[in-house]
């Protein structure tokens, strides 16, 4: 990882952006648009976490405050945001979100450009909001493939493994704001200085350090785990292996801070299915894909520890699936305990 020398180069997200679309022959930045208009919206959900102590946005959604105004939770603000940014640009054939049960299509809309599918979790992380713990907007984009015919975009569209997607990331509303995105050529992350309103290059070819220094889970499930999974975790814990003699527990239950923290220090996020209910709670289209694909492109590796999560053809808009994910060694490691017990 190169760290700019102190933002004195101004590469924006903006202009950098923009020279990697340079770098691809027959392109018309119609890509660069759903990029820029991810940046853009991201700012504006910024301003709003950021007064979400100051102004009456905090508390259940559609409650009536002592002035009789409507309150509005944080992250169906956000939502609303992320579909404002996405509705006007024709490039955006539809978009699905963690907020709403159906997809939206953009439909007859005359435009011959390639067109994308978004899928977002406006605010993952937002049960922390009170709390002041950091939270984050998680991204993906898709090639929509009926890119020139105006045919209506159907729930199937979405349905793509995560491997297809053109673009993936996430924006940290931390103790600065960080814009973190791949287009499949490397993970690099822009801190917003909000000085000039812009998110400057910081951290260019993000790679995961090859050690693993944060084991990240809800421990407190450990008895809802199967053996595979506690094995994994006793492992990391309280083994002699040089491995993880350094491993720190680190959990924030906010996964783009943990998994931000993670991909910079090294070590492994896990949210496992639940043996008492049979169920995993993180969603494939808006968590887990994206972030795999970040994952990977960072030289780590996501898993629900019989599958690259990847490689999974999603069959459902709001899909959940168990997940392993940080560095590449501590998840094949994983897959193998996982196969030792099956
Ligand atoms: P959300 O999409 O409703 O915010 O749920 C996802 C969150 C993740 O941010 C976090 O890692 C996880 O759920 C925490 O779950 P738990 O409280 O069970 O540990
Ligand atoms: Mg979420």
Excluded at 73 to 84: F, G, T, V
Excluded at 226 to 253: H, L
Aim: include cysteine; hydrophobic fraction near 35%.
């Amino acid at each position: 990882m190169t760290r700019s020398s102190s933002f004195r180069d101004f590469e924006t997200l903006e202009s950098y952006i923009t020279k990697q679309q340079k770098l691809h022959v027959n392109v018309r930045g119609t890509f660069s648009q759903v990029l820029r208009r991810i940046g853009v919206a991201s700012k504006i959900i910024e301003s709003k976490v950021r007064k979400a102590g100051l102004v009456d946005i905090l508390g259940v959604n559609g409650s009536v405050n002592v002035q009789g105004e409507h309150q509005v939770k944080l992250d169906d603000m956000a939502n609303s945001i992320m579909k404002a940014a996405f509705s006007v640009i024709p490039s955006i054939a539809g978009m699905a979100t963690e907020e709403e049960e159906d997809f939206t299509a953009f439909d007859n809309i005359e435009f011959d450009g390639s067109r994308y599918l978004v899928m977002f979790d406006p605010l993952d992380g937002s049960s922390n909001v009170d709390a002041n713990v950091s939270i984050g907007t998680i991204f993906a984009v898709l090639k929509y493939d009926k890119a020139t015919s105006k045919s209506s975009v159907t729930k199937e569209d979405f349905f793509k493994p995560g491997r297809t997607l053109s673009a993936a990331g996430y924006v940290i509303y931390g103790s600065s704001t960080m814009f973190v995105y791949t287009t499949g050529q490397g993970v690099h992350g822009f801190t917003l200085d909000p000085e000039i309103g812009e998110f400057v290059l910081s951290h260019e070819n993000i790679k995961i350090p090859d050690q693993c220094k944060c084991f990240s889970a809800n421990e407190t499930n450990y008895n809802k785990w199967d053996q595979a999974t506690k094995e994994f975790a006793d492992t990391i814990r309280y083994s002699d292996d040089k491995r993880y003699q350094k491993a720190s527990s680190r959990y924030i239950g906010s996964l783009v801070a943990d998994f931000h923290r993670n991909l910079l220090y090294g070590g492994i996020y896990m949210y496992p299915t639940d043996v008492t209910t049979n169920k995993p709670k993180l969603r494939l289209l808006y968590e887990c894909a994206p972030l795999a694909m970040i994952a990977e492109q960072a030289g780590g590796m996501a898993s629900t520890g019989t599958q690259n999560i990847l490689d999974i053809v999603p069959n459902q808009l709001h899909q959940r699936v168990p997940i392993v994910i940080g560095n590449k060694k501590d998840v094949e490691f994983y897959e193998e305990l996982v196969k030792k017990y099956s």
